[in-house]
């Protein structure tokens, strides 16, 4: 079984192969975390490559100067300033040039445009020994505190006081912390006000130098105020850092070019959660949970008012072997351990995204409707066109041809939207949990997170609770330079220098539903319920959250309506016979599908709770398929179905 898209995508952009990695003080180090010497000719060559990007490919480009406006000391108009550093190359440093293009890349706020510095550099993270997060004071203001100390990595802090989680930040290297949240909005990549706080938090705190330049000092001051005594201590902390593994990076061979081709991951988030393994044990859930077959799924129930709570924790949407597998292994998990739970709560917080079909046939598993895919859109340029006409890039869908072509040549900004898949494809499984569904995420949960998120909103599945107002909002398919410069190459792409390489946002994704035509990219997923981050849930690590969440599912109305499937969800007719069964209550219809094809409607007239048996005979002439079962009511409005297979 290959391994898991997010791995192989980290092994190619970071070079993380292993983490058996050794750490030391910043400054014992500091003089090993230089850039090679560049000749004028790979001076020319990275801002070339990096002009095609932000100029022919970035789909945000227009966006970002809407939702930002253009500042020399905030957001700058990408395409403008990568002209300005062609204009003065011959007169800067290998240095000034690294640190301009990261400039210019961090400014548009965007965590799938990165630029990553080259080697040795991009394998060198540095660290502070915790983490830092926004919380609610008891009147509703933000405050920054403690949430988490990295175990591994504070016995390097030998002669200074560290700080507990629950401590509040007053000042970082004496500026006021609100000072400083405001002065690296521009820095941390974070799109909208909660995620940028949220971003800039931990642009203080980490920096792999993979993106972000080496930290001036090998030190930092922090004012803090104790939570348990009251008192305001100050304390000065070394960075940390994290040396190269000795190992060299996995064949990137092993993930196929249609996965990333759908890719939407905030790939620095992503491999800081792998490495935040070896700093310490923090799980990131609210209590313990029993692993899955699936590295990615956890799950749990706990009992709130006398009622059982299913709990799923989704790290990333990242699969092992395919969708079809990780979409199994949750039916699994939903008709089996979770079936007797009276709701659900669905965790993304953190979740740095992944495949985006991945999370768009995710929803189908709660819809008591046919599940709409996310719809997305490229710029319009002859770069698009001619990639998605004339490489290797034009076997993968006639529509995305069809969608450049129709406005290449005309002054139009943007193509029409296309899905990935069709509705069909996208409802394959079907319902598979018939309880109130809640989806809880934060300004972390980002790019496939962000589908996720939005999707359940915009087909009216789940109601979204959030630690924060918005979630991260990473709204477009990401694409590497590398992947370009290996499939497509010359005369458009040429491979980087000293191992290089950089991300771009490449279709834009447009909501639909309730929010039609809104953009997810700096916008982000608005929560129903925003369930904020206190000092008391960093110190019971999110439990009381989670029970304010599972109450107010509880309390939902739940439908009068109800199914039961008296066979498995797949059968061998050799054994079960054709015929399938279905107890139904507080339903007028049943319509029943055969691979999709309407076969018949069965007048049910099940009213009242007491349950009636619908049947449906597989034809004799039918090998294998799908028969998918629709109660509707009088009305012909859904209101449950599911999927059965047969061999």
Not at 408 to 431: K, M
Not at 494 to 504: I, K, N, R, Y
Not at 597 to 616: D, F, H, L, P, W
Request: charged share 20%; aromatic share 10%; proline share 4%.
């Amino acid at each position: 079984m290959r391994k898991s898209l997010l791995a192989s995508t980290l092994a190619l952009v970071f070079s993380s192969a292993t983490l058996a990695n050794n750490y030391a003080p910043l400054a014992e180090v500091r003089d090993q975390i230089k850039s090679p010497e560049y000749t004028q000719q790979e001076k020319e060559r990275v801002v070339e490559q990096a002009r095609i990007f932000l100029e022919d490919l970035y789909v945000h480009q227009y966006a970002k100067d809407i939702y930002y406006g253009i500042s020399p000391t905030g957001h700058v108009n990408a395409v403008s300033e990568i002209h300005k550093v062609i204009a003065e190359l011959d007169n800067l440093s290998t240095e000034q040039l690294h640190a301009r293009l990261t400039k210019i890349f961090k400014a548009q706020r965007d965590l799938h445009l990165v630029y990553v510095h080259p080697q040795p550099v991009r394998s060198y993270a540095t660290y502070l020994p915790f983490e830092f997060d926004k919380t609610l004071d008891v009147f509703g203001n933000a405050e920054v505190r403690v949430s988490n100390i990295l175990e591994n990595i504070s016995p390097y802090v030998t002669d200074s006081r560290l700080p507990e989680v629950g401590d509040k930040v007053v000042s970082y290297n004496g500026v006021s912390i609100h000072k400083v949240v405001e002065q690296n909005l521009n820095t941390g990549y974070g799109a909208n006000e909660d995620a940028g706080f949220i971003r800039a938090l931990s642009a203080i705190t980490r920096k792999r130098h993979s993106v972000s330049l080496v930290p001036e000092k090998n030190d930092v001051t922090i004012e803090f105020v104790s939570h348990v005594t009251g008192e305001t201590y100050t304390t000065t902390i070394p960075w940390i850092t994290r040396l190269p593994a000795n190992a060299t990076a996995s064949n990137s061979n092993e993930t196929a070019i249609a996965d990333l081709l759908e890719e939407s991951t905030n790939f620095e988030a992503a491999e800081h959660e792998l490495v935040k393994a070896e700093l310490d044990s923090d799980s990131g859930t609210p209590f313990a949970t029993t692993p899955t077959a699936d590295p990615e799924v956890s799950w749990a129930i706990r009992e709130v008012d006398g009622k059982k709570v299913g709990y799923i924790k989704l790290d990333s949407f990242s699969v092992v072997g395919s969708i079809d597998y990780s979409l199994w292994l949750l039916i699994d998990l939903l008709q089996n351990q979770l079936a007797d739970t009276d709701a659900l709560v669905f965790d993304v917080r953190n979740n740095p995204g992944g495949l985006i079909t991945y999370a768009d046939r995710l929803v189908q598993l709660f819809s008591k409707k046919q599940a709409k895919p996310t719809e997305l859109r490229f710029i319009n340029t002859q770069l698009n066109y001619d990639i998605l006409h004339d490489t290797i890039f034009s076997t993968f869908g006639p529509h995305w041809q069809k969608v450049l072509a129709d406005v290449v040549g005309t002054n139009a900004r943007y193509t029409a939207n296309a899905t990935y898949i069709t509705v069909p494809e996208n409802n394959v499984f079907g319902q598979n949990y018939y309880k109130p569904v809640g989806v809880w995420s934060n300004a972390k949960t980002y790019s496939s997170g962000d589908v996720f998120t939005c999707a359940v909103q915009d087909n009216g599945v789940a109601k979204v609770y959030g630690e924060h107002t918005r979630t991260g909002a990473g709204g477009a398919n990401v694409m590497r330079h590398s992947v370009f410069a290996q499939y497509i190459g010359a005369p458009y792409f040429e491979a980087l220098p000293h191992g290089q390489e950089m991300t771009v946002s490449w279709r834009q994704m447009v909501r639909h539903g309730h929010n039609k035509n809104a953009l997810i990219e700096d916008f982000g997923c608005v929560s129903d319920k925003v369930v904020p981050q206190t000092l008391n849930s960093l110190l019971d690590n999110g439990v009381g959250n989670f029970d304010t969440i599972a109450r107010d599912l509880l309390n939902q109305v739940q439908s009068k309506s109800t199914v039961t499937f008296l066979q498995p969800h797949v059968s061998d007719l050799s054994g079960t016979g054709r015929t399938l069964s279905v107890e139904v209550t507080n339903t007028e219809f049943v319509d029943v599908y055969f691979n999709d094809v309407k076969m018949q409607r069965i007048q049910a007239s099940a009213y009242g709770n007491s349950s009636k048996t619908i049947e449906y005979a597989i034809p004799d002439d039918a090998i294998e398929g799908q028969i998918k079962f629709v109660g509707l009511d009088g009305g012909n409005t859904p209101l449950w179905n599911g999927a059965r297979y047969f061999y």
